[in-house]
Structure formats: structure tokens, C-alpha cells
């Protein structure tokens, strides 16, 4: 299992281990919509999936990302992911052996 967190910098090595399929990404995770946490958030989700044919990525994020005007998370993407769990602060997640607090 492997998780992405805010996806901001160079996403290349990640992308050649997902083209390599030497890497699974199960979680992507994205903070707030700063751009550099975000700058490659659409790239990653769209690699993951295989172009949406692959629905197995589960997508975290803040409702910022996702409906403000400064939205990072390209609307049609959203439907290439398996579910999208909207962050809300201070609280615990639990995904597979990974626990994080926001």
C-alpha cells in the first residue's frame, strides 16, 4: 500500500514506478489547495487509474479542493477515483496500517 500526501513537487519517479507497476497507490491525500501541495494532484490521479479505466485510487481532501473557487481537484477526475472522503480538521483516519490526524 502506499499513500501520497499533497502531491505539490515533482510527482516523476512515482509516475515510472506506477507505469513500471512497481507501485501500488491506494491513497492520495491532499491538504489544502495551495499549489504547492497540489500542483500535481490531477497528473497522479489521472496516471493511477489508468485514465479513469482503473477505479482503485481513494482521493482525501479538504471541501476546498474540491467546490471553493480556487478548486485544485479537476471536477471530471473526481469520478476516475473509488471514493473521495472530505478532510475535516482535527480529525483521526485510518487507512489499512497508516493513521493520521488533521
Known sequence: MCL?????????KIL???????LTVKYVVNTHDHIDHSNDVNVLIDAMTGG????????????????????????????????IGILKPKQIYHLDDVTFTT
Open 16 to 22: 515510472a514506478r506506477i507505469k513500471d507497476r512497481r
Open 4 to 12: 501520497v500526501i499533497d502531491p505539490g513537487g515533482s510527482v516523476d
Open 52 to 83: 479513469g479505466l482503473e477505479r482503485r485510487v481513494m482521493l482525501f481532501a479538504p471541501s476546498e479542493c474540491l467546490d471553493s473557487e480556487n478548486a485544485v481537484i479537476l471536477p471530471y477526475l473526481r469520478g476516475f477515483v473509488q471514493d
